[in-house]
Structures are given as structure tokens and as C-alpha cells.
């Protein structure tokens, strides 16, 4: 099969360039339609569809050939024999190469050392699998350096499986086994631990709502004065509580002449004043106190 691609090659590129004069000779137009209209084409289908399986890879090649059949359809005699010989060899160069691809998988010994160094699949699968790979890439042509080291990497990772697997046959069941008991250990250790925290936050949560919750205040309550006794606390600071129970608050400076008013000193924002009040439109005092 790899002969034969190396055939159809040759066949492909000369039946495109063919293809690709008569279009020129056609129009300019038409010549840069199928020289660069596979190309964008392709860019456009790989947007759109997700390369990452071997149907989706034919899909995006298949829409290069949407230009050269459209020059095709349109100039017919022109295009003829290069279009037939161009698409007659193309499409079974192409049909080589998918089921080169479909006989391989999506596996590559990179990818099955990668997966398996990182225990996304089991080393005991990716040895057999790798065993398959090797013996496909042996019978192709020469291999390069890079492809030479890969396969010595697999070799090792195989002779590694076998000997552990001599050893003892369970070895990957086993191992398996274990895995999972510590993959439920693992869980219940973080289940506990989400509760832990989670009992932390409440904890945090209710000490911050006392913090944050307003303490009233008590009440001040301050000493009562009885009317018979004010003349002792002349120069004091008095609250009142008139007989239509309205509160004034002032330092008491004496009585007048009558003795019957009191002189009561208010501050103002506009300075001090003072105001007489008579004895009997007092119904009670008190001694304000600075806390």
C-alpha cells in the first residue's frame, strides 16, 4: 500500500498543475479559484468541524476538491481529462491514507507513552496496544530518528509489563484493586474534611453576627431632686420635666428676687441664655451626672 501511494504522488501533483493551466488559460479568476480555493476551503471546513476522528479528517479533505469541481461543472471540455485524471488519482491516493489511518486507530506510541506514563490507561493495555503500533511502523518504510527512539521508549514500557506480569499475573488487577480502595479513602477524607470546614464557617458566620448585632444601649437613669432641696445644687447641671412634659436641660444659676423662678442657664448656638421658670410649672428634677 505504500508503494502504490508512492505511485499516485507523482500522478496527483502533475494532473493538478495540468488542471491548474487550463483554468488560467480560462481566466485569471478561475486559475486562482483552484490554485487557492482548496485552501481556504479547508481552513473554513477545519473551523468548523472538529478534526479529531479519522471521518472528520476525510470531511475537511473532501472540501478541497469543492473548487476544482465547480471549474469542472462549469468548463467541462476545458477540463476534462486533467479533472478526471486529477480526481481519479487524488481520491485513491486519499482512500490509502484513511485506511492507513483507520488501521492504525487514533493511537500513536507518543500518545500511548504519554497516557500511559500519566495512568490514564492501564500500562498492562497500552503495552498490547503499543506491540500492534510497533509491528505496523517495522513493516513501513525507513523510520526516522525520532520515531527509532519512540519505539525503544515502548519496547522498554513492554518489557516492563512482562516482567512484572512473570512475576506475578495479578500484578495490574491488583494494583487496580488498590487503587480504588485509596480513591475511596481519598474521598471520604475530603468528605470529612468539607464538613470540618463547612461547621468552621458556621461557627465563624454566627460569632460574626454577634459582632456585628447592635448592643442597646440602658437607659441613663440620673438622681432625682426634690423641689424643696434645689437651692443645693446651685451652679449644678439640672434636667427639668416641666408640667406639659417637656424636658429642659441647663445649669441651675439661682432664684430670682420672688424666690418663686428659678434661673435656668441653656447653651445656644448662638451663646449661653437664660430663662426663668416657675416653681410651680416644674413637675420633676434631676441631678445630671457626665458619665
Known amino acids: 500500500?505504500?508503494?502504490?501511494?508512492?505511485?499516485?504522488?507523482?500522478?496527483?501533483?502533475?494532473?493538478?498543475?495540468?488542471?491548474?493551466?487550463?483554468?488560467?488559460?480560462?481566466?485569471?479568476?478561475?486559475?486562482?479559484?483552484?490554485?487557492?480555493?482548496?485552501?481556504?476551503?479547508?481552513?473554513?471546513?477545519?473551523?468548523?468541524?472538529?478534526?479529531?476522528?479519522?471521518?472528520?479528517?476525510?470531511?475537511?479533505?473532501?472540501?478541497?476538491y469543492i473548487p476544482?469541481?465547480?471549474?469542472?461543472?462549469?468548463?467541462?471540455?476545458?477540463?476534462?481529462?486533467?479533472?478526471?485524471?486529477?480526481?481519479?488519482?487524488?481520491?485513491?491516493?486519499?482512500?490509502?491514507?484513511?485506511?492507513?489511518?483507520?488501521?492504525?486507530?487514533?493511537?500513536?506510541?507518543?500518545?500511548?507513552?504519554?497516557?500511559?506514563?500519566?495512568?490514564?490507561?492501564?500500562?498492562?493495555?497500552?503495552?498490547?496496544?503499543?506491540?500492534?503500533?510497533?509491528?505496523?511502523?517495522e513493516n513501513s518504510a525507513s523510520l526516522t530518528p525520532q520515531e527509532k527512539l519512540t519505539i525503544r521508549t515502548a519496547q522498554n514500557i513492554i518489557k516492563q509489563v512482562e516482567m512484572n506480569l512473570a512475576k506475578d499475573p495479578l500484578y495490574y488487577s491488583r494494583e487496580s484493586a488498590e487503587e480504588d480502595r485509596q480513591d475511596i479513602a481519598e474521598r471520604e477524607a475530603q468528605r470529612k474534611k468539607e464538613e470540618a470546614l463547612k461547621k468552621l464557617q458556621e461557627k465563624l458566620n454566627q460569632r460574626t453576627a454577634k459582632e456585628t448585632t447592635p448592643t442597646q444601649k440602658k437607659p441613663r437613669t440620673f438622681p432625682k431632686i426634690k423641689k424643696s432641696e434645689i437651692r443645693k445644687y446651685i451652679g449644678s447641671t439640672i434636667i427639668i420635666i416641666t408640667m406639659q412634659e417637656l424636658k429642659h436641660k441647663g445649669i441651675l444659676r439661682g432664684f430670682d428676687e420672688e424666690g418663686y423662678n428659678i434661673i435656668l442657664e441653656k447653651e445656644r448656638k448662638t451663646g449661653k441664655l437664660q430663662f426663668k421658670m416657675h416653681m410651680s410649672d416644674i413637675k420633676k428634677i434631676y441631678l445630671y451626672i457626665d458619665e
Request: charged share 15%; net charge positive; glycine share 4%.
Open 1 to 64: 500500500m505504500e508503494i502504490i501511494g508512492l505511485l499516485l504522488a507523482p500522478v496527483v501533483i502533475i494532473s493538478f498543475i495540468w488542471l491548474l493551466v487550463r483554468a488560467f488559460k480560462k481566466s485569471a479568476a478561475w486559475g486562482f479559484w483552484v490554485l487557492l480555493g482548496p485552501l481556504l476551503i479547508v481552513i473554513l471546513a477545519a473551523m468548523l468541524i472538529q478534526a479529531d476522528s479519522i471521518i472528520s479528517i476525510l470531511l475537511i479533505s473532501l472540501a478541497a
Open 68 to 137: 476544482p469541481v465547480a471549474f469542472a461543472y462549469k468548463c467541462w471540455e476545458e477540463a476534462k481529462k486533467p479533472f478526471l485524471t486529477y480526481m481519479i488519482s487524488s481520491v485513491l491516493s486519499l482512500s490509502l491514507s484513511v485506511s492507513t489511518l483507520a488501521s492504525l486507530g487514533d493511537d500513536t506510541l507518543t500518545s500511548l507513552i504519554s497516557q500511559s506514563q500519566q495512568g490514564i490507561i492501564n500500562e498492562q493495555d497500552a503495552a498490547q496496544r503499543m506491540k500492534r503500533l510497533i509491528r505496523q511502523m
